[in-house]
C-alpha cells in the first residue's frame, strides 16, 4: 500500500509557464516532506522541503504548499524552464520514522521551448 | 556535480562473484544510507548507518552486507547475488540524523546481475 502518491506519472509545461506537481500522502504521521529532482543516469538531488507546521516554503523559482488536512502538497515551478525536464520524487517522512524517507514514485516533467 | 562520491558507476557480475560497492562523502555528514532503485519505481531504503553504526536494515538479505569504515566511507559487499538484485543502487548522505534532514544522493552504481 503506497503511503506517498503522485497520480501523474507525466506532466508537460510550456516554458514559461507554471508547473504544478502534486503529491497525496495517507500516514497522518509524515511531519516532513521533500521534493527531489533526478535526472537520467544521476542520483535524485534535493530541492526544497517542508515542515509540517508549515504550509508554504519558497525557494527562488520553486515553493511547495502544504495541506495537512487534505494530505497534499503540491510543489510549484514559475517560471518553467527547459532544463527543469526531470523526474520529481516527493518523500515524506515521520519522527518515529527515524531517517527513513518514503518515496512516491515520482512524476516525469517535460517543459517544451 | 554531486557531493556524494560512488564508484564503480557500472557494475556487471555474476552470480558467484563477490563485489562491493563504494561511497565517499567530505561534507562531515553523520549519517549515510544504501537505497535500491528498480527502473520507473522509487528509491527504497536498504541501510542506514548513524555515527557510523547501522541503525536501520530494511529486511535486507544477507547477500547484502553494509560497512561503514569510518564516518566519510560507506561499502556495500554483494555475494551470491540473484539477477533480480540488478538495479540502480544509491549511496546518500545527511547531516544529521534526524528525520528532518535532507538526505543528499550520489550518482548511484548501476548493477547488472548475469
Known amino acids: 500500500d503506497q503511503q506517498v502518491k503522485q497520480n501523474s506519472p507525466s506532466l508537460s509545461v510550456q516554458e514559461g509557464r507554471i508547473s504544478i506537481l502534486n503529491c497525496d500522502y495517507t500516514?497522518?504521521?509524515?511531519?516532513?516532506f521533500l521534493w527531489y529532482k533526478k535526472y537520467p543516469a544521476e542520483g535524485p538531488t534535493f530541492l526544497i522541503s517542508i515542515s509540517s507546521i508549515k504550509d508554504k516554503n519558497e525557494d527562488g523559482r520553486f515553493t511547495v504548499f502544504l495541506n495537512k488536512s487534505a494530505k497534499h502538497l503540491s510543489l510549484h515551478i514559475v517560471p518553467s524552464q527547459p532544463g527543469d525536464s526531470a523526474v520529481y520524487f516527493c518523500?515524506?517522512?515521520?519522527?518515529?520514522?527515524?531517517?527513513?524517507?518514503?518515496f512516491g514514485p515520482g512524476t516525469r516533467l517535460s517543459v517544451l521551448p | 556535480d554531486t557531493e556524494v562520491t560512488q564508484t564503480p558507476k557500472h557494475l556487471v557480475m555474476g552470480m558467484t562473484n563477490k563485489k562491493s560497492l563504494k561511497c565517499e562523502q567530505h561534507m562531515g555528514h553523520r549519517a549515510m544510507y544504501w537505497y535500491k532503485q528498480k527502473a520507473k519505481k522509487p528509491p527504497e531504503l536498504m541501510f542506514v548507518y548513524s555515527y557510523e553504526k547501522l541503525s536501520i536494515n530494511e529486511s535486507v538479505p544477507s547477500r547484502f552486507s553494509p560497512e561503514c569504515p569510518n564516518s566519510s566511507l560507506l561499502n556495500l559487499h554483494l555475494h551470491a547475488l540473484q539477477p533480480e538484485d540488478s538495479a540502480l543502487y544509491l549511496c546518500?548522505?545527511?547531516?544529521?540524523?534526524?528525520?528532518?534532514?535532507?538526505?543528499?544522493f550520489g550518482d548511484g552504481t548501476r548493477l547488472s546481475i548475469l
Open positions: 546518500a548522505s545527511s547531516q544529521g540524523t534526524g528525520s528532518n534532514q535532507p538526505q543528499h
Open positions: 500516514n497522518s504521521m509524515f511531519d516532513y
Open positions: 518523500a515524506a517522512s515521520a519522527d518515529n520514522y527515524g531517517q527513513n524517507f518514503v
